[in-house]
């Protein structure tokens, strides 16, 4: 049972539904009090412990049905005895499955052994032969769709299908699944007739091998729908990740977008632990001997230190110029996703005059807010000193030692005086203040880049060109304590 349970999480994990270590242990003790006998009970207990939203429900429902189904041997194959049934000189050789075979070659040597064990296992009685051989060729005479299923599915278990990720392994666990019910022996079976001269016989053999291997194939190929359901997209993503957002093609924003609220929530969430740890603290000795002296000294209530951790102020300022506005987008896009569980983000946009997007943010969606943004603030000559003169009005009396800035630009002013003074009192004002510069550091300091008059009034100045750089920044900054 832990084995079927295990590879259908690893499934709905595949269907971008996430499954915790509880919630897994939750699904085990489910089944442990329904079992498995009904399917339409089984499915909707599992979908109260496994399943949160309404599309992870949907998704839950059709990894279940297609995890669960078993298609394969619904419709009997051409087996021998059929064809057996319609040819009476060979009709003996079905009614006498449990005997001695004439002339002692034996048509279906496979009768002496048992055929309970679906995987093969059970016919080791004859020395030197395959076990799994015999049954495979009397399940196919019989034509036994249960026993065949179940010899797929032990077949699948011990080739570890559940570990097929690629497109290119199908004839590779095919053939290792075929090897594993007894393929082998199923090959040496039909050699044997074709010798003996029993020709039809032999070729009706053949044939149902072939079905079989279609059918195993079949098999595979929807193990590998199940297990790599969103494989591809998870590749992307990762590629995503890493590539230099400049480069990024406007066809994978959609990706994009998930991918920087994916972070977001996990930084969020790697943080709140941390913080729970952090103020848990160690035993106040002092307090917690005053709050149980009416206990005569008996530790009843016991008392923590608490060191206090504050979330971070953060005023982001981006430039939203032509040169950056692609990355910029990006910057944005991850503080929106950031606010709505940070609350002290303030962020602001400019190109040459300076406006402050926090409000924006607030009251519209996510793909209408960038829209305005790059409106009213985009598309424009970039201008640093006029800037900063902007965020010095707007923001200067905001900012104290809680404060971290944080700057994306490339530092271009077009030959402008980038004033550098007011960074400076930001700094000076700001716990820290981080530059994050999508350029490499061999064009910093190149043409009208002022990084060289800006930089020493910066805690951190670093190059910023993927979101994973930008993941790297923010868990840092969500990781700072007071």
Not at 421 to 442: Q, T
């Amino acid at each position: 049972m832990s084995e079927v349970l295990g590879d259908f999480i690893r499934a709905l994990r595949a269907a971008d539904i996430r499954v915790s270590t509880s919630e897994s242990i939750d699904a085990g003790n489910v089944i442990d009090l329904v079992g498995f006998d009904d399917r339409a009970i089984l499915r909707d207990a599992l979908s109260q412990v496994l399943a949160k939203s309404e599309d992870e429900k949907q998704a839950f429902t059709e990894t279940f049905d297609t995890y669960f189904s078993f298609e394969q041997f619904k419709k009997r194959p051409a087996s021998v005895e059929a064809a057996n049934e319609n040819d009476g000189s060979e009709g003996q050789e079905s009614e006498e499955s449990g005997g001695e075979s004439e002339g002692g070659e034996g048509d279906d040597p496979s009768q002496s052994g048992s055929s309970s064990s679906p995987g093969g296992g059970s016919g080791g009685e004859r020395q030197g032969e395959r076990a799994p051989a015999p049954d495979l060729v009397s399940l196919l005479e019989r034509g036994d769709q249960a026993a065949l299923q179940m010899a797929l599915a032990e077949g699948a278990r011990q080739a570890q299908l559940n570990r097929i990720r690629l497109f290119t392994q199908r004839g590779m666990f095919t053939r290792r699944i075929m090897e594993i019910m007894g393929l082998d022996g199923l090959n040496e079976e039909i050699e044997r007739r074709e010798t003996a001269g029993n020709r039809e016989s032999a070729e009706r053999l053949a044939q149902a091998r072939e079905e079989l291997r279609g059918q195993v194939r079949d098999y595979v190929e929807k193990q590998l729908e199940i297990f790599t359901a969103n494989s591809g997209r998870q590749l992307r993503e990762e590629v995503l990740a890493q590539m230099r957002l400049s480069n990024v093609d406007r066809s994978d924003m959609r990706i994009m977008r998930d991918l920087v609220r994916k972070m977001a929530k996990r930084l969020i969430a790697l943080h709140s632990r941390r913080k729970k740890v952090a103020r848990r603290g160690t035993l106040d000795v002092r307090r917690t001997i005053r709050a149980n002296i009416e206990f005569d000294g008996l530790l009843f209530h016991t008392i923590w230190k608490k060191t206090k951790v504050d979330r971070p102020k953060v005023m982001a300022i981006c430039d939203v110029s032509g040169s950056v506005a692609q990355i910029s987008r990006f910057l944005l896009m991850f503080l929106y996703s950031l606010q709505e569980v940070l609350p002290n983000v303030r962020s602001f946009a400019f190109s040459g005059e300076l406006g402050e997007t926090t409000e924006l943010f607030e009251r519209e969606k996510l793909e209408q807010a960038l829209v305005e943004v790059l409106r009213d603030f985009g598309g424009g000559s970039t201008d640093y000193g006029r800037a900063f003169e902007d965020f010095e009005a707007l923001a200067m009396n905001d900012i104290d030692h809680r404060t971290t800035v944080l700057i994306l630009g490339d530092a271009r002013s077009n030959y402008g005086d980038p004033r550098s003074d007011i960074l400076k009192l930001v700094h000076a004002r700001a716990r820290r203040v981080i530059w994050l510069n999508p350029e490499g550091r061999s064009m910093w300091n190149s043409g009208d880049s002022e990084m060289r008059r800006l930089s020493p009034y910066c805690d951190k100045a670093v190059t910023c060109a993927s979101l994973k750089d930008l993941e790297r920044v923010v868990s840092e900054l969500l990781r700072s304590a007071v």
